[in-house]
C-alpha cells in the first residue's frame, strides 16, 4: 500500500503560482512513476504531468511551459510548481502514484486550487 497526502493549494489571483507537494509513505519502494491529475467543477479528471523514477517528465499540452514536475527521492516527495496561472487552471489537484509490480495506482485526498480572475 501507498499512502498520498497533497498540500500546498489555495487562493491566487491570475498570472501567481503555487507549489504544490505530495509526500508518499508506506510501501515506497515499489513505486515507479508519480504525477498530477485535476478536476474541474462538472468535468472529469484530467492528467496534469508525472514524473518517472529516472526523472522524465511529461506535461499536458495545457500546462506545459507553465507548470514544472519534479521529485525529490530522498523525501519521497513528488512537487508540481505552477506559475503564471489561469482562471482555467482552477480544480482540485490529485496526486497519484503507480507502484510495481503491476502498476497499481493510488491516489491522493486532492488539494483545491483558485484561481481568481
Known amino acids: 500500500q501507498v499512502q498520498l497526502v497533497e498540500s500546498g493549494g489555495g487562493l491566487v489571483q491570475a498570472g501567481g503560482s503555487l507549489r504544490l507537494s505530495c509526500a508518499a509513505s508506506?510501501?515506497?519502494?515499489?513505486?515507479?512513476?508519480m504525477g498530477w491529475y485535476r478536476q474541474a467543477p462538472g468535468k472529469q479528471r484530467e492528467w496534469v504531468a508525472d514524473?518517472?523514477?529516472?526523472?522524465?517528465?511529461n506535461y499536458a499540452d495545457s500546462v506545459k511551459g507553465r507548470f514544472t514536475i519534479s521529485r525529490d527521492n530522498a523525501k519521497n516527495t513528488v512537487y508540481l510548481q505552477m506559475n503564471s496561472l489561469k482562471p482555467d487552471d482552477t480544480a482540485v489537484y490529485y496526486c497519484?502514484?503507480?507502484?510495481?509490480?503491476?502498476?497499481?495506482?493510488?491516489w491522493g485526498q486532492g488539494t483545491q486550487v483558485t484561481v481568481s480572475s
Open positions: 497519484n502514484a503507480a507502484a510495481l509490480p503491476l502498476n497499481r495506482r493510488f
Open positions: 508506506g510501501s515506497i519502494f515499489s513505486i515507479s512513476t
Open positions: 514524473i518517472s523514477s529516472g526523472a522524465n517528465t
